[in-house]
């Protein structure tokens, strides 16, 4: 069955304070990893997708990680715009569930 | 373009009364992914389709949850005789698909469902 854990469950951080999110997994057969933003009353936002271990992608103040066991979404300098949960999600290789299994995110508070 | 809809965004039922949620996916996608999140937990999936098969219905949680897309583009989700504990909101993704594998799933604002 496949897995995913985030953590920590919250963050509080002040303005421009650097820190990192963590998505550790266990799938059948990883077709990819997936990062999204969720704003409260709203749907999940698409941030990225990663593929293999070693990958990194980046989007502003968003870098998201991949290893073969785990996924790291940093965030440099966040500002008050940041906040948001963030959930991350594992989709399986073909052949297996297209559904995607996400894990239960991490709420994310920037302080002015 | 457009993204993903849902309709009602709200939806106040009676236990016992039957509810039908509508999702429009985006427009060309193939794919359709029906999810159900509680409150201060991840999404979880219930069904999929592909076109207007139904590819995987395993999350489905009971016999009383029942999806179709007639037509490969609209979906409804219904629920017969609501309990308390469907309560959540229901959110429905969209993608294309590929033979590769590698398509993004996006979300339309949900439905969020409560069963007095």
């Known amino acids: 069955e496949d897995q995913v854990t985030q953590s920590p469950e919250a963050l509080r951080l002040q303005e421009g304070e650097s820190s990192s999110l963590n998505c550790s997994y266990t799938?059948?057969?990883?077709?990819?990893l997936f990062w999204y933003r969720q704003d409260p009353g709203k749907g999940p936002e698409f941030l990225f997708t990663?593929?293999?271990a070693g990958e990194e992608k980046e989007k502003e103040r968003l870098k998201a990680t991949l290893t073969k066991k785990e996924s790291f979404l940093h965030i440099t300098a966040p500002k008050p715009e940041d906040s948001a949960t963030y959930l991350c999600?594992?989709?399986?290789?073909?052949?297996?569930?297209?559904?995607?299994?996400f894990g239960k995110g991490t709420h994310l508070i920037i302080q002015p | 373009g457009a993204g993903v809809s849902q309709s009602p965004r709200y939806k106040v039922a009676k236990r016992g009364q039957d509810v039908a949620l509508r999702c429009d996916p985006i427009?060309?996608?193939?794919?359709l992914f029906w999810y159900q999140q509680a409150l201060g937990q991840g999404p979880e999936f219930l069904t999929y389709?592909?076109?207007?098969?139904?590819?995987?219905k395993s999350g489905l949680p009971s016999d009383r949850f029942f999806a179709e897309r007639p037509e490969g583009s609209v979906s409804t989700l219904k629920i017969q005789r609501t309990q308390q504990e469907d309560s959540a909101v229901y959110l429905c993704?969209?993608?294309?698909?590929?033979?590769?594998?590698?398509?993004?799933?996006?979300f339309g604002p949900g439905t969020r469902l409560l069963v007095l």
């Open positions: 993704a969209s993608s294309t698909w590929t033979s590769g594998g590698r398509e993004t799933q996006y």
């Open positions: 799938v059948s057969g990883l077709r990819g």
């Open positions: 990663l593929y293999s």
């Open positions: 999600a594992v989709q399986a290789e073909r052949g297996g569930a297209d559904g995607l299994t």
């Open positions: 427009s060309g996608h193939v794919s």
């Open positions: 389709f592909q076109n207007e098969a139904q590819l995987d």
